[in-house]
């Protein structure tokens, strides 16, 4: 079965312009008929009786026709002529409209061109269209606009692969040197030395997998929502932390106000141990870290603050990508220093895009860094 061949749009719009311009101009050579028309029909009336005792002859016209003849031919031409015209403009209208709608069709065809080499692999390409704001030109600047996202997404996911791999190549070309050596002087290899720093290096591993899977699961969306409260996660955290922060002599003050919020509860914890976790990891002895959670205007908010080394502005623009810490990019730190997977804060943004939240982080004028979030109380959505 053969499909009918599909006329283009090019061609409609040349057709649609043509039979528009027929329609107006047979109905303006009609309404130049019937006036005609009108004007000439009362003139031909019927012929006087000639008197039968009359010796004179009737006057004949010259050409030897009766003025209903001459009213009929006139008619007759002005009707054919009206044909003729209207022929003549009508294969007019229809190359102008194939003029008109080839020019105006030009900036569609570049899109296509332009979409025709994305498609080949040049994300880098864009329309860039001149001219007028109107809706062709829209239409373009929004394609540029989603391929300039599109470009940033790839090169985002491209450096996320490679810094992931980076990351899962250490711990285990770390346990293949150990093994090596080991396997190299096995009568002199301490084993429960051996085995400890095994046990570390899988550990590390195991973390950065789990911080994968939950960075994941986060930029997924939210699967079982439920009413929690998010003072009860901060305080949860600073318990759990509490350890951590007396060793690194940093002091945690919080000021937790009930507030409920519908979310992923495993998500929203994590969100906010991430956020204490690295206000006390990445802080410096005898430094303070506060947290605070409360309700303002329906809105959820957390803020929390640290002093410790300062963070400029360009280390604040990378700060949440995946993999990314203030002291520099996939670098481990030293066992009491700034360490880590770099996945925290990205993870902190992935939950809180989740949820429908807000995300401010601020560099402190002292040092250290304050991270304000905002999220829907009970669910509500702003």
Known sequence: ??????????????????????????????????????????????????????????????????????????????????????????????????????????????????????????????VALRGPDDEVKELADTFDGMLARL???????????????????????????????????????DVPALLADLTEVNARSEQIVNALLDLARAEHGIIAASTVDLAGFARDAVAV???????????????????????????????????????????????RASITVSADRGRAVMTVSNTGFPVTEDELKQLFEPFTRATGRTRHGSGDGPGGHGLGLAIVHAVTTAHHGTLTATPNPDGGLTVLITLPLDGRQS
Request: hydrophobic share 45%; glycine share 8%.
């Open 151 to 189: 470009e940033a997404s790839f090169d985002g996911y491209r450096r996320f692969a490679a810094d992931a791999s980076h990351e899962l190549l250490t711990p285990l070309a770390t346990s293949q040197a150990l093994l090596d050596v080991a396997a190299a002087s096995p009568r002199a290899c």
């Open 241 to 287: 932390t509490s350890g951590e922060a007396s060793h690194r002599d940093v002091s945690v003050v919080s000021r937790l106000d009930p507030v409920p919020v519908t979310g992923d509860p495993t998500l929203l914890r994590q969100l906010v141990t991430n956020l204490v976790t690295n206000a006390i990891r990445h802080n410096k002895p005898g430094g």
């Open 1 to 126: 079965m053969t499909s009918r061949p599909r006329l283009t749009i090019r061609l409609r719009l040349a057709l649609l312009y043509a039979a528009t311009s027929a329609a107006a101009i047979a109905a303006a050579l009609g309404g130049v008929y019937l006036v005609m028309f009108g004007l000439l029909t009362p003139a031909v009336g019927p012929t006087p009786p000639i008197p039968t005792n009359s010796t004179a002859s009737a006057p004949v016209p010259p050409d030897g026709l009766t003025p209903t003849q001459d009213a009929s031919q006139v008619l007759d031409t002005l009707l054919r002529a009206c044909g003729v015209v209207l022929l003549v403009c009508s294969l007019g209208a229809l190359v102008m409209g194939w003029i008109v709608a080839g020019r105006m069709l030009a900036p569609i065809r570049r899109v296509t061109l332009t979409a025709a080499g994305i498609a080949a692999g040049n994300l880098h390409e864009r």
